[in-house]
C-alpha cells in the first residue's frame, strides 16, 4: 500500500512505528553503547523488518531518526564546508616521561599550586575526529575536525554509524550540544571486513585508522554504512540552555547519561606519577584492547583550571597527548633526492629499499637537512633505523654503522639548485640551505602559488597542482598577481581543461579576491608566519599598510611574535618586489575589511618581565597580564634571576618565596595600582 506525501497514516500504525522505534534505540544502546545486548540478533532483525514494512506502507511516517534510515542516503556530488562553533583544537605531544613531568610542573606553576593536579586520563584512539550536533535532542549535523576551524559535513556518513543515536535520550537534553567523539574500527571488526572482502575479490584496507578514516569520507553514505565503524565521545565544543558539569570526568558520565558511548578505560589520577603510573598500565594492555591506540590523553579534569589555563596557539595548555614509542623498522638507503620547497629550502629525502612499518609500506623518509646527515653520518648505501609515528613523516633516526658496506658514499650539499640550476646558499649558523633563485625557480613559484591557492589561504577551487604545473611550465603564471590576469582563452588551449571548468576556475579566482586581512598575509607566504601568527598580526594592526610598515621592534609587541618571526615580516615587506607584487594583487580586486586594531601598546614598561601570583582584591590575574602586556611589559609563568619582579596578592603560592630566595624584588597591591596608573576605587 502507497500512501501520498503529506498524508497521516492510521493512528495504530502510527503508534506501533513509534514504538518499534523505542524498542530499536532501546537494544542498539544496549549492543553499541552499553555492550550488552538483551535480545538476539534474530529478534533485533525481526522488530527492524516490521518497522520498514510499516514505513513503506505509510511513508507518512518515516522520521529523521527512525533506525531505518542509517542504510545511507544517496551519494552527495562533495563535502559541504562547516564552520565549528568552537574550534576543534588540536593537542601538544609529549614522548616520554620527561616531557609529561614538564608539562605537569607548566601547568602547576600557571595555576600556582603545589598541590597534585587531578587529571582525567583516557587512551588516545587512533581514527578520526568528528563533531555531532545535537538540536533538540535530534542528530543534526556530523563534521569531520578538518583544520579545526572548518570541517567537511558528513552527516549523512555519521547517520549510518550505529554507535551515533540519532536521538539523545534520558532527562536533561539540552536544546543544543555539540559532542567531539573519535570515529573508529575496532580490531575484531576490522580483521572481519578485510577478510570478506578478500574472499569477494575486493580491495583490502592497510590499518583500522586509514579505513575509519576513508569510510567516513565516501561519497556515497550507503558504502560508509557497510562499514564496522564505531565512535567514543570524549568532550563537548559548544552547549546551549544546561551548565556543564564542572570536571571533565562528570561530563563523561553526563554524555554516557545521554545515550553517548564513552571509553571504559577513562580514570581520574593525581599528579605526574599518577599520570605516568596510567601509560604503563594502558602501555601494557595495549595488544589486548580491542581497538588500535597510539597514546593516552591527559586532562586537568576541574574545568574551572582549564578555563584559567587557557590555549597557546591552537592547543590547550590543560591537555597532552603521550604517545607511545614510534614504530620502527630496519631498511636500506638506495638514493638520496633534493627537493625545493616554497621558500627555496632544500630538503634531503633518503630513497630506500620499501619496508612495511607503522602499518604502511614505507619507500621515502627526510633527512631534514644536511646538519642532521652530518651528524647522524649518514650514507648512501646504508643500512638505516626508520622510525614512523602515526601520520608523521617517517625519518631516518640513525646508522647501523656494523652493516655500512665498502661502497658506501658520501652524501653532498648539490652547489646548484636542482630545478633551476641557481646557486645554493648555506648561510652560517642556519642548517637549512636554500637555492638563491626565488620567484625565477619554478619549484618556489609553484609552491608559493600552491600556498596561495590552498583551502586555508586565498581558497582557490580549482587551481590544483597539476594545473599549477601547467600554468608555470608555460610560462602563464610568474608571480602571484598574474593568476587574476587569466582568461578563458588561455586556460582552455591546457590539458583536460574544458571550457566549462575553465569558467568554473575563473569564477574561483574572481571569489578568491573577497577574503580576510589574516588569510591574505598567511597566502603571502612568509618565513615561519602561519595562519595563527597571520591572525595575531591583523588583529594587533587592523591593516596591510600597518603591518608593511612596522619594523621588528613594533612587530615583537604582537603576541607570541617573537625577534626571528618580527626579522622575516619586517625583511617580507622590505623587499621591492614583495611589494610591488602586493600591489599589483591590489590593483586586481583582492580586497578584505579591515580589522579591528588591538589596543595600541605603550612603552613604559618595555624590556620588563613580571610574574602575578596570588589574588588581588577587584582585579583578576589575566586583567594584570592584559594591563601589563599594554604597557609593554612581558608576563612570565615563572620566576628566574631575570624576572623584574613578582606582582603579590593574598595567598601566594611557591612563585613568592622563589622570589624571596632570589632576591626578586616584590609588588603588593598599591604599588601594582601604581605601576598600571589605574586607581582601584
Same mark, same amino acid.
Given at each position: 500500500?502507497t500512501?501520498a ?5 492510521p493512528?495504530?500504525?502510527?503508534d506501533?512505528?513509534q ?5 530499536? *534505540? ?25 518497522? $520498514?514494512?510499516?514505513?513503506?506502507q505509510h ?11 542509517r ?6 556530488k562533495?563535502?559541504?564546508?562547516v ?7 588540536s ?11 614538564a ?7 600557571l ?8 587529571? %582525567?586520563a583516557?587512551p588516545?584512539?587512533?581514527?578520526l575526529?568528528?563533531s555531532?550536533?545535537?538540536r ?10 578538518g583544520?579545526?576551524?572548518k ?11 550505529r554507535? /551515533?543515536?540519532?536521538?539523545l535520550k ?5 536544546p ?6 573519535e570515529?573508529y574500527? %575496532? ?8 577478510a570478506q ?12 585508522r586509514?579505513?575509519a ?11 560508509? *554504512? ?10 563537548v ?8 558539569p ?5 561530563i563523561?558520565q ?11 578505560? /577513562? ?6 606519577? !599518577? ?5 604503563r ?18 586532562k586537568?579534569?576541574?574545568l574551572a ?6 590555549f597557546?596557539s ?7 597527548a603521550?604517545?607511545f614509542? %614510534? $614504530?620502527?623498522?630496519?631498511?636500506e638507503i638506495?638514493?638520496?633526492l633534493?627537493?625545493v !620547497? ?5 630538503t634531503?629525502t633518503?630513497?630506500l629499499k620499501p ?8 619507500s621515502?623518509?627526510?633527512?631534514h ?11 648512501i ?17 640513525? /646508522?647501523?654503522r ?5 661502497h658506501a658514499?658520501v652524501?653532498?650539499l648539490?652547489?646548484?639548485c ?12 642556519e ?7 626565488g ?16 583551502r586555508?589561504?586565498?581558497d582557490i ?7 599549477i604545473?601547467q600554468?608555470v ?15 578563458l ?5 591546457l ?6 571548468s ?5 569564477d574561483?579566482?574572481?571569489r578568491?579576491?573577497r577574503?580576510?586581512? *589574516? ?9 615561519e ?5 597571520a591572525?595575531?598580526?591583523? +588583529?594587533?594592526f587592523?591593516?596591510l ?8 621592534? %613594533? ?5 607570541d611574535?617573537?625577534p ?5 615580516v ?13 600591489r ?5 580586486g583582492?580586497n ?9 601598546? +605603550?612603552?613604559?614598561?618595555?624590556g ?10 577587584g582585579?583578576t590575574r589575566?586583567?594584570?597580564k $592584559?594591563?601589563l602586556?599594554?604597557?609593554?611589559a612581558?608576563v612570565?609563568g ?14 601566594? +603560592? ?5 622570589a ?22
Open positions: 500500500m500512501v506525501p503529506g498524508v497521516l497514516a493512528p495504530d500504525a502510527f506501533r512505528a514504538r518499534l522505534r523505542e524498542q530499536l *534505540a532501546h537494544h542498539n544502546h544496549r549492543y553499541y553503547v552499553l555492550d550488552d545486548p538483551e535480545v538476539p540478533d534474530a529478534e533485533y532483525d525481526r522488530l527492524l523488518r516490521e518497522l $520498514q514494512s510499516l514505513e513503506a511513508p507518512a511516517l518515516v522520521t529523521q531518526d527512525s533506525p531505518t534510515q542504510v545511507g542516503a544517496e551519494p552527495v562533495a563535502f559541504g564546508e564552520v565549528h562553533e568552537l574550534p576543534m583544537l593537542l601538544g605531544n609529549a614522548f616520554d616521561e620527561a616531557e609529561v613531568q608539562f605537569d610542573k607548566r601547568v602547576r606553576e595555576l600556582d599550586t603545589d598541590d597534585d593536579i587531578e587529571y %582525567a583516557e588516545k584512539l587512533d581514527g575526529a568528528i555531532l550536533l545535537y533538540d535532542g535530534q542528530l543534526m549535523r556530523g563534521a569531520t575536525r583544520n579545526g576551524i570541517g567537511e559535513d558528513i552527516t549523512q556518513n555519521v547517520r549510518t554509524i554507535a /551515533v543515536p540519532l536521538r534520558g532527562p536533561g537534553c539540552p543544543l550540544v555539540e559532542v567531539r567523539a570515529a574500527i %575496532a580490531k575484531k571488526d576490522f580483521e572481519s571486513y578485510n572482502a578478500a574472499a569477494r575479490g575486493e580491495k583490502t584496507f592497510v590499518n583500522p586509514n579505513s578514516a576513508g569510510s567516513l569520507r565516501q561519497l556515497d553514505p550507503r558504502l560508509t *554504512a557497510k562499514r564496522p565503524l564505531s565512535i567514543y565521545c570524549y568532550g565544543g559548544k552547549i546551549e540552555g544546561e551548565a556543564l564542572a570536571k571533565q570526568s562528570e563523561l553526563q554524555l554516557r547519561g545521554w545515550g553517548l558511548r564513552t571509553s571504559p578505560d /577513562v580514570e581520574v589520577v593525581r599528579g605526574a606519577a !599518577g599520570c605516568l603510573d596510567y601509560h598500565r594502558i602501555s601494557a594492555r595495549r595488544v589486548s584492547l580491542p581497538y588500535e591506540i597510539d597514546g593516552v590523553v591527559y586537568v579534569d576541574w583550571f582549564q578555563q584559567e589555563l587557557g597557546v591552537r592547543a590547550p595548555r590543560w591537555a597532552i603521550h604517545k614509542p %614510534a $614504530q620502527e623498522e630496519l631498511t638506495i638514493d638520496v633534493f627537493s !620547497g616554497r621558500t627555496g629550502a632544500l634531503p633518503a630513497k619496508v612495511f612499518v607503522g602499518g604502511v609500506t614505507v621515502n623518509a627526510t633527512l637537512n644536511m646538519d642532521e646527515i652530518e651528524r647522524k653520518d649518514v650514507r648505501g646504508d643500512w638505516v633505523m626508520i622510525r614512523r609515528a602515526g601520520d608523521v613523516i617517517p625519518e631516518v633516526i640513525g /646508522v647501523v656494523d652493516r655500512r658496506p665498502p658514499r652524501i653532498e648539490p652547489a646548484r636542482p630545478i633551476c640550476d641557481s646557486a645554493v646558499i648555506r648561510v652560517e649558523g642548517a637549512v640551505a636554500r637555492c638563491s633563485g620567484l625565477i625557480c619554478p619549484a618556489q613559484r609553484k609552491e608559493a602559488i600552491k600556498h596561495y591557492a590552498s586555508r589561504a586565498m577551487e580549482g587551481l590544483g597542482e597539476k594545473l604545473d600554468l611550465d608555460r610560462d602563464m603564471v610568474h608571480t602571484l598577481d598574474d593568476i587574476y590576469r587569466l582568461n582563452e588561455q586556460l582552455t588551449g590539458e583536460r581543461m574544458g571550457e566549462k575553465a569558467r568554473n576556475l575563473l574561483g579566482i574572481e578568491s579576491k577574503t580576510t586581512l *589574516a588569510n591574505f598575509v598567511y597566502a603571502l607566504g612568509i618565513r608566519v602561519g595562519e595563527s601568527t591572525r595575531a598580526l591583523a +588583529g594587533h587592523g591593516n599598510d600597518a603591518i608593511m610598515k612596522a619594523d621588528a621592534q %613594533a612587530l615583537q609587541q604582537v603576541a611574535v617573537g626571528v618571526v618580527a626579522q622575516h619586517a625583511t617580507f615587506f622590505q623587499q621591492s618586489h614583495n611589494r610591488e607584487v602586493i599589483s594583487l591590489r590593483e586586481r583582492v578584505w575589511p579591515d580589522a579591528e586594531p588591538a589596543a595600541p601598546r +605603550g612603552d613604559a614598561l618595555v620588563r618581565t613580571f610574574v602575578v601570583t596570588g589574588t588581588i582584591e582585579v589575566e586583567d594584570i $592584559q594591563r602586556l599594554a604597557l609593554g612581558k612570565s615563572s620566576v628566574s634571576k631575570k624576572t623584574t619582579a613578582v606582582i603579590v596578592g593574598e595567598n601566594p +603560592g611557591s612563585k613568592f618565596r622563589k624571596e630566595e632570589l632576591g626578586v624584588p616584590i609588588i603588593g597591591a598599591d604599588e601594582l595600582h601604581d605601576l598600571l596608573g589605574v586607581n582601584p576605587d
